[in-house]
């Protein structure tokens, strides 16, 4: 919580109730969730919250990199997740398809891809997101080990 907290006054966005609480949740629950499931969970502590105070304070932990926001084709729709990853960290987001839960990876080989596939283009890449999605270790082992 505390590097949240320091992201957050490094960013210059006061920690208002509203702003740990959505953090909060996502620490606990460690999934991914929608914009209305933060909304839904948010109403029980503050009756009179709007869904776009939520919205709006779910894009500004965005912008300074404590959730991530990604959108899952089959729905159209824009999901968020809690970033672990220190500030700054080259690193990519995997999900689990089955629970919901988002983690955080800093394996990355892009850098010996990159120039083939500038090659090939005639693109000067300068910018590249991985976004991985699969059965996490839990899930795999409470389906018995069935893959
Ligand atoms: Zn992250
Ligand atoms: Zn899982
Ligand atoms: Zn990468």
Redesign the pocket.
């Known amino acids: 919580m505390e590097k949240y907290r320091k992201a957050l006054k490094e960013n210059k966005l006061k920690a208002t109730p509203k702003r740990i609480a959505i953090i909060k949740f996502f620490l606990k629950n460690k999934k991914y969730a929608s914009a209305f499931d933060v909304y839904c969970h948010l109403r029980a502590n503050f009756k009179k919250i709007g869904f776009p105070t939520v919205y709006r304070n779910l894009d500004n932990l965005t912008k300074i990199g404590i959730l991530t926001k990604f959108e899952l084709d089959e729905k159209n729709l824009f999901y968020y997740g809690i970033c672990a990853a220190d500030k700054g960290v080259?690193?990519?987001h995997i999900i689990c398809e089955r629970c919901h839960k988002i983690s955080d990876f800093e394996l990355?080989n892009?850098e010996s891809l990159k120039g083939e596939i500038e090659k090939e283009t005639g693109f000067l890449i300068n910018h590249?997101n991985?976004f991985l999605k699969g059965i996490c270790k839990l899930c795999q082992e409470s389906m018995g080990g069935e893959r």
Request: charged share 0%; hydrophobic share 30%.
């Open positions: 080259h690193h990519h990355c892009f590249h991985l």
